[in-house]
């Protein structure tokens, strides 16, 4: 057959973790027997959020089913460097450990109770407590905090990415090294898939996977999308005292940091007058200077002689609604799934959305875990889904 006439089951657009993770839960399972595309038009993954991604896992949402995605994703992670084809992901088990600031125990609190309601190995930790356990940390200014003690961490994000795809071209995925640049069909449903190249691909199922890139391909389709390439900045800087214990801190600011090696990264969400969609991929070094830095000495009396080392920028896609992934099929275009608007969760939520969106796929429904509560069908209705614990 002629790929510009026939073409495939299912066409994915977007080659990054999520895209490859559909295809390799869709092609591992025995019911679907079809075949699969993955269209990406940079196989380098220069500017990939997979690649750019600070690569961390937590189940400290206040979500349920980001909590359950998440609780999936660390035992994929941990599978994944075991057994006879291990693949090393480089990941860290040390936990995050949110801040509350005076005043704000309750939200913790409350959070907290669904998490442990969930299976989650997180603690509670009075002023006093923190204390004891991170001494090099300043904490007058700090009501109570929560503590991650198992199944969360960090990871090497493009080594998934890495894994994701070589376990679907191990299966028989075709990736297509070219850009879409046309959806053909009417409004309920996708007939082709254009591409720049001039070759037609004519779909079963469409797979938005396009990352910050999403709104330009449902666009496409004549679907509007609430999600944009929200830059991110992350920041490397060496200190010369050890912090015994650090883990991913998440400050009263809104700062983050967490160590990397012998060193530390950290990073923050920009302004709001300053957070524009589609900026390009260039370091803002002002946030280091003018928020990161200030709010780091402030927490930990060591940073306050850091040396940065360097830099880098990658974009979220943002979902400008309720920072919450949209997944699934779109109410009237029914052949056009959606695995995006994840804001800054996609590398942890990757395993998760794979084996789910190849669910719907093979079977018209989820099978393992429920995430109909991310479904399009929100934005029409004007329903958020409200996630308390979301990081800039």
Request: glycine content about 12%.
């Amino acid at each position: 057959m002629d790929d510009e006439q026939h073409g495939y089951d299912v066409v994915i657009v977007g080659g990054g973790a999520i895209g490859c993770a559909v295809a390799a839960f869709l092609l591992d399972d025995p019911a679907f027997g079809g075949r699969v595309a993955i269209v990406e038009r940079d196989p380098t993954y220069r500017n990939a959020s997979s690649a750019l991604s600070a690569s961390s896992i937590r189940q400290q949402f206040s979500t349920p089913e980001n909590i359950r995605m998440s609780r999936f994703g660390f035992q994929f992670l941990l599978d994944l460097a075991s057994g006879p084809d291990a693949v090393d992901v480089g990941l860290e088990e040390r936990g995050y450990l949110y801040l509350a600031p005076a005043g704000g125990g309750a939200t913790l609190r409350e959070a907290h109770a669904v998490q442990r309601a969930e299976g989650a190995d997180v603690v509670l930790l009075d002023r006093a407590e923190l204390a004891g356990r991170f001494p090099w940390m300043r904490l007058d200014d700090v009501d109570a905090g929560s503590l991650g003690l198992a199944g969360e961490g960090w990871f090497d994000g493009f080594g998934l990415l890495q894994a994701l795809r070589q376990r679907a071209l191990a299966l028989g995925v075709e990736f297509v090294r070219d850009e879409v640049v046309g959806l053909d069909g009417g409004i309920d449903r996708i007939d082709g898939v254009r591409l720049a190249s001039g070759r037609r691909l004519a779909p079963g199922v469409v797979v938005n996977a396009a990352g910050p890139w999403a709104r330009e391909v449902a666009a496409m389709a004549g679907i509007e999308l609430p999600v944009e390439a929200r830059r991110r900045c992350v920041f490397v800087f060496d200190v010369r005292e050890a912090l015994p214990g650090c883990p991913l801190v998440i400050d009263t600011s809104g700062v983050w940091f967490r160590p990397e090696g012998g060193s530390y990264i950290c990073g923050t969400s920009p302004p709001a007058e300053d957070d524009l969609a589609g900026l390009p991929l260039e370091v803002d070094h002002r946030q280091f200077d003018d928020l990161l830095w200030p709010a780091l000495a402030a927490r930990v009396p060591a940073f306050d002689a850091i040396k940065p080392i360097r830099s880098w920028a990658g974009y979220y896609e943002y979902n400008t609604v309720d920072q919450n992934a949209i997944l699934g099929p779109h109410p009237e275009c029914t052949n056009l799934l959606f695995a995006n608007g994840f804001s800054g969760h996609g590398i942890q939520q990757a395993p998760a959305v794979g084996r789910a969106l190849s669910e719907l796929i093979v079977s018209g429904r989820y099978t393992t875990l429920d995430l109909s509560v991310f479904g399009f069908e929100r934005l029409v209705d004007g329903r958020r889904v409200v996630e308390r614990n979301v990081i800039g």
